[in-house]
């Protein structure tokens, strides 16, 4: 079993940055991938970012350029760092993980952005 805690969020004037954490407990060698979604108001949760094992990263166009998602020595560990933070990317972010032999996947509860003057 995979625990995942979220931290980082908060409030933020556009163009600002933030940089989220996430941290895995529990069987966390089991580990594959990591990434972070986003669920704003009204919609449904997207994908944002999403690095390997191995450390290929992939991320949504309206996110390339300015976030940047890396892991820990460990791999136990996920970041995201934000820069030119804009209105739209408020939302809740949610740290995502999945495992070998789990065909579902572990979810933090999310920390909530917001981005706002």
């Known amino acids: 079993q995979v625990q995942l805690v979220e931290s980082g969020g908060g409030l933020v004037q556009p163009g600002g940055s933030l940089r989220l954490s996430c941290a895995a407990s529990g069987s966390i060698l089991s580990i594959k991938n990591m990434g972070w979604y986003r669920q704003a108001l009204g919609k449904q949760r997207e994908l944002v970012a999403t690095?390997?094992?191995?450390?290929?990263?992939n991320y949504a166009d309206s996110v390339k350029g300015r976030f940047t998602i890396s892991r820990g020595n460990a791999k136990n560990t996920v970041y995201l760092q934000m820069n030119s933070l804009k209105p739209e990317d408020t939302a809740v972010y949610y740290c995502?993980?999945?495992?070998?032999?789990?065909?579902?996947?572990?979810w933090g509860q999310g920390t909530q952005v917001t981005v706002s003057s």
């Open positions: 690095i390997t094992s191995g450390g290929s990263t």
């Open positions: 995502n993980a999945n495992a070998v032999g789990v065909w579902y996947d572990y």
